[in-house]
Nanobody, 122 residues
Framework: QVQLVESGGGLVQAGGSLRLSCAAS????????MGWFRQAPGKEREFVAAITWSGGNTYYSDSVKGRSTISRDNAKNTVYLQMNSLKPEDTAVYYC???????????????WGQGTQVTVSS
């Protein structure tokens, strides 16, 4: 079973940058993609970005496209989310997750971290 631990969140001014990290204790059999999701108070969890372990194919939501970059270090079993030009609407708890299928649907992801808070002040 995979254990995921997020880090790198914090308080940042609008226009600033953050790099989130997701450390995995191991890659479960069949897990082909790692995704980042976020959830603000009173709102549903939404897809942010994802990357495949094997080919490094990347996927982004329209909300962060052009401002964020997802990457991975297979040797370290770690996935990163570099976020630039942050906006107040980016404020949320950010979660990393693993899935066995390429999809932006949160319910399809099998493993989840506990989340890291990102707060963007205006």
């Amino acid at each position: 079973q995979v254990q995921l631990v997020e880090s790198g969140g914090g308080l940042v001014q609008a226009g600033g940058s953050l790099r989130l990290s997701c450390a995995a204790s191991g890659r479960t059999a069949g897990s082909i993609i790692m995704g980042w999701f976020r959830q603000a108070p009173g709102k549903e969890r939404e897809f942010v970005a994802a990357i495949t372990w094997s080919g490094g194919n990347t996927y982004y939501s329209d909300s962060v496209k052009g401002r964020s970059t997802i990457s991975r270090d297979n040797a370290k079993n770690t996935v990163y989310l570099q976020m630039n030009s942050l906006k107040p609407e980016d404020t949320a708890v950010y979660y990393c997750a693993a899935a066995t299928v390429v999809t932006p649907v949160a319910a399809a992801y099998n493993y989840w971290g506990q989340g890291t808070q990102v707060t963007v002040s205006s």
